[in-house]
Nanobody, 123 residues
Framework: QVQLVESGGGSVQSGGSLRLSCAAS????????MAWFRQAPGKERERVAA???????TYSDSVKGRFTISRDNAKNTLYLQMNSLKPEDTAMYYC?????????????????WGKGTLVTISS
């Protein structure tokens, strides 16, 4: 049974940093594409960052240069380092993974999801 458990969310002021973690069990981090998505109240879920099996990364324009996705295969954990946080980054952040090959472009192509961790940025 695959489980993805996010942690590291919290409340920080604008300009601050947070590091999210996604610990996987029953799943091998690095085998297939994984991604971070977020959903703010009243908005659609959007992909924030993704990392493919070969380690290549992609980011949404809204977070490019501020967020960094990475993974530690030995710890079986995915990370999202978030710097220069803005109030508009406030959202529930979800870790997601594919069960087989392919990209992580859209939320409906992801096979496994965590329950999310809340990030709140105050101005």
């Amino acid at each position: 049974q695959v489980q993805l458990v996010e942690s590291g969310g919290g409340s920080v002021q604008s300009g601050g940093s947070l590091r999210l973690s996604c610990a996987a069990s029953g799943y091998t981090v690095g085998r297939y594409c994984m991604a971070w998505f977020r959903q703010a109240p009243g908005k659609e879920r959007e992909r924030v960052a993704a990392i493919s099996s070969d380690g290549s990364t992609t980011y949404s324009d809204s977070v490019k240069g501020r967020f960094t996705i990475s993974r530690d295969n030995a710890k079986n954990t995915l990370y999202l380092q978030m710097n220069s946080l803005k109030p508009e980054d406030t959202a529930m952040y979800y870790c997601a993974a594919r069960a087989y090959g392919g990209n992580c472009l859209y939320y409906d192509t992801m096979n496994y999801w965590g329950k999310g961790t809340l990030v709140t940025i105050s101005s």
